[in-house]
């Protein structure tokens, strides 16, 4: 999103100060209630004990009409789930100190998704190569989930770390916060508010009935009309005309059924309306006058959720990770159809943590971090030519053979047709035949040189742990022994305008 590619009518504001400047004049033309706003975030927080003076004091300020919001949200995973959901809350912090830094006044905001469903992909999360997981059988919107059955798993967590004494006071606080009497949402918020409480981060739980009276319009619009359903096609029809992949299909209607433990979708029937599963019905009228009187039991689902958000924060811009900025890509015209502010898109920083050993044997393997982007059995090639390759012991005779047979084709070509084709036939043979060889050369090679590979394959293991970015699998209790950590040495170097991957060297 650079501003120079085919792309370019599908986002608003380029991703730097000079468009952050920009947004912030063009969201003055999209007011929200602040009153509410600020109304429904200082209960929400003073439900926790975990809640900061910093956080408070943010809050307040949005009461100004020049104080703006930057946001990025993530789903309720188990104790944070993999590092990225770190890495997009420190992006976002830092988006906001970048802001004020340009005169941009913003205050950074995290947006649990509470009232996603898919308890599987938040109920586990990978601490070293230990993976915990949740098992319940509660269903519907996980932010509701109650933490009564996660005692084995926090029983496994401590079981983990009690030959280290620098995790025990962190282990406990962990055990505090994800406490039986609590829901998921109140932990997931009380884990934000424990991490970086003390730079402001201010965290909401979309999941609140005033809020969604705010939604009501497009609700109702969505019931109705329809209404995102042609926006987004269309722009999704000409991202695949360009050979690229959308992320998200739009359906006629992008809402769903939240009552208790059920998140279903809502469909309709003729001129009426019903839930995928067949279990709830209502005509028309009926499910229109539940819009008035209980919003909160209509929640959006990915396509429309972004709407809601800028309806109910002064919102600048949204941090989120390649995946989320591709499928927003696909909603601006949608935006435009509701009458809401499209948001400037910022890719959130990326990292890895490494340990120093192993960037010193990366340093005595002759590589960087940067060579992990080729194919592995590539890289692997690589290591093996670096520190002594007997690929030439084939591949300088290979080259006076190629020639010489080259010669006996032309000589039989002049003098006859048939077996100058035949001469072609055999070279193509006897090349083939050496490549394999080659082949052989350099199994033989690596043999040779298995302690390099054997360095090689663990310094993999260890970026790309089970075949995925470290970031992508690993969560943060893996790496991380205090909160300072974060603060004192994560934070400083991100900065989500600089899309350069950030590696971290840990002395464990």
């Given at each position: 999103?650079?501003?120079?590619?085919?792309?370019?009518d599908?986002?608003?504001?380029?991703?730097?100060?000079?468009?952050l400047?920009?947004?912030?004049k063009?969201?003055?033309?999209?007011?929200?209630?602040?009153e509410l706003?600020?109304?429904?975030?200082?209960?929400?927080?003073?439900?926790?004990?975990?809640?900061?003076?910093?956080?408070?004091?943010?809050?307040d300020?949005l009461?100004?009409?020049?104080?703006?919001?930057?946001?990025?949200?993530?789903q309720?995973c188990l104790?944070?789930?993999?590092?990225?959901f770190i890495?997009?809350?420190?992006?976002?912090?830092?988006?906001?100190?970048?802001a004020?830094?340009?005169?941009?006044?913003?205050?950074?905001?995290?947006w649990?998704?509470t009232?996603?469903h898919?308890?599987?992909?938040?109920?586990?999360?990978?601490?070293?190569s230990?993976?915990l997981?949740?098992?319940?059988?509660q269903?519907?919107a996980?932010?509701?989930?109650?933490?009564?059955?996660?005692?084995?798993?926090?029983g496994?967590?401590?079981?983990?770390?009690?030959y280290?004494?620098?995790?025990?006071?962190?282990?406990?606080?962990?055990?505090?916060?994800?406490?039986?009497?609590?829901?998921?949402?109140q932990?997931?918020?009380?884990?934000?508010?424990?991490?970086?409480g003390?730079?402001?981060?201010?965290?909401?739980?979309?999941?609140?009935?005033?809020?969604?009276?705010?939604?009501?319009?497009s609700?109702?619009?969505?019931l109705?009309?329809?209404?995102?359903l042609?926006?987004?096609?269309?722009t999704?029809e000409?991202?695949?005309e360009?050979n690229?992949?959308?992320q998200v299909?739009?359906?006629?209607?992008n809402?769903?059924?939240?009552?208790?433990?059920?998140?279903?979708?809502i469909?309709?029937?003729?001129?009426?309306?019903?839930?995928?599963?067949n279990?709830?019905?209502?005509?028309?009228?009926?499910?229109?006058?539940?819009?008035?009187t209980?919003?909160?039991?209509?929640?959006?689902?990915?396509?429309?959720?972004p709407?809601?958000q800028e309806?109910?924060?002064?919102?600048?811009?949204?941090?989120?990770g390649?995946?989320?900025?591709?499928?927003?890509l696909?909603?601006?015209?949608?935006f435009?159809?509701?009458?809401?502010?499209?948001?400037?898109?910022v890719?959130?920083d990326?990292?890895?943590?490494?340990?120093?050993?192993s960037?010193e044997?990366l340093?005595?393997?002759?590589?960087?971090?940067?060579?992990?982007k080729?194919?592995?059995?590539?890289?692997?090639a690589?290591?093996?030519?670096?520190?002594?390759?007997?690929?030439?012991?084939?591949d300088?005779?290979?080259?006076?053979?190629?020639e010489?047979?080259d010669k006996?084709?032309?000589?039989?070509?002049?003098?006859?047709?048939?077996?100058?084709?035949?001469?072609?036939t055999?070279?193509?043979?006897i090349i083939?035949?050496?490549?394999?060889?080659?082949?052989?050369?350099?199994k033989?090679?690596?043999?040779?040189?298995q302690?390099?590979?054997?360095?090689?394959r663990?310094i993999?293991?260890e970026?790309?742990p089970?075949?995925?970015?470290?970031?992508?699998m690993?969560?943060?209790?893996?790496?991380?022994?205090?909160?300072d950590?974060?603060?004192?040495?994560?934070?400083p170097?991100?900065?989500?305008f600089?899309?350069?991957?950030?590696?971290?060297?840990?002395?464990?």
């Amino acid at each position: 999103m650079d501003g120079d590619s085919e792309l370019r009518d599908l986002y608003k504001y380029t991703p730097d100060v000079d468009g952050l400047k920009m947004a912030a004049k063009g969201r003055a033309d999209y007011p929200v209630d602040r009153e509410l706003l600020v109304k429904v975030l200082k209960e929400q927080s003073q439900q926790s004990e975990y809640t900061t003076q910093e956080s408070l004091a943010h809050i307040d300020r949005l009461s100004d009409p020049d104080v703006f919001t930057v946001t990025t949200g993530h789903q309720c995973c188990l104790f944070g789930g993999p590092m990225y959901f770190i890495y997009k809350i420190i992006s976002v912090i830092r988006l906001a100190q970048i802001a004020e830094e340009n005169g941009v006044k913003a205050v950074p905001i995290f947006w649990m998704a509470t009232e996603d469903h898919d308890f599987e992909e938040i109920n586990h999360c990978w601490v070293g190569s230990q993976k915990l997981s949740w098992e319940s059988a509660q269903t519907g919107a996980v932010g509701r989930f109650d933490l009564k059955e996660l005692e084995p798993v926090l029983g496994e967590l401590q079981t983990l770390f009690k030959y280290q004494d620098e995790k025990i006071e962190l282990v406990n606080k962990i055990k505090q916060i994800y406490s039986s009497q609590k829901t998921l949402a109140q932990a997931t918020r009380d884990l934000c508010s424990f991490l970086f409480g003390k730079t402001g981060l201010v965290i909401l739980n979309a999941d609140a009935p005033a809020l969604k009276m705010q939604f009501r319009d497009s609700i109702r619009a969505e019931l109705v009309e329809c209404i995102s359903l042609g926006p987004v096609t269309k722009t999704s029809e000409r991202l695949r005309e360009m050979n690229l992949t959308t992320q998200v299909n739009p359906r006629s209607i992008n809402l769903f059924w939240l009552d208790g433990g059920v998140r279903t979708r809502i469909e309709r029937a003729g001129s009426d309306f019903k839930t995928a599963d067949n279990t709830l019905s209502w005509s028309a009228g009926e499910l229109l006058e539940l819009v008035d009187t209980s919003p909160e039991r209509f929640s959006p689902n990915v396509i429309l959720r972004p709407v809601y958000q800028e309806q109910v924060l002064p919102n600048l811009a949204y941090v989120g990770g390649p995946g989320e900025l591709s499928y927003a890509l696909q909603l601006r015209s949608m935006f435009e159809t509701h009458g809401t502010f499209f948001p400037m898109l910022v890719l959130r920083d990326m990292a890895l943590i490494m340990s120093r050993s192993s960037v010193e044997k990366l340093e005595k393997l002759g590589i960087t971090v940067e060579d992990f982007k080729m194919d592995y059995h590539q890289l692997e090639a690589e290591i093996t030519r670096k520190h002594g390759s007997h690929e030439s012991l084939v591949d300088d005779p290979e080259k006076r053979i190629e020639e010489l047979l080259d010669k006996i084709q032309d000589d039989l070509k002049g003098f006859d047709e048939t077996l100058g084709q035949s001469a072609e036939t055999e070279k193509k043979r006897i090349i083939k035949r050496l490549e394999v060889l080659k082949k052989k050369v350099l199994k033989a090679d690596k043999r040779h040189h298995q302690e390099e590979l054997n360095t090689l394959r663990n310094i993999a293991d260890e970026i790309f742990p089970g075949g995925v970015p470290q970031e992508r699998m690993m969560n943060w209790l893996t790496f991380i022994d205090s909160v300072d950590q974060f603060t004192d040495h994560l934070s400083p170097h991100f900065n989500p305008f600089d899309q350069k991957m950030k590696v971290f060297i840990s002395d464990k």
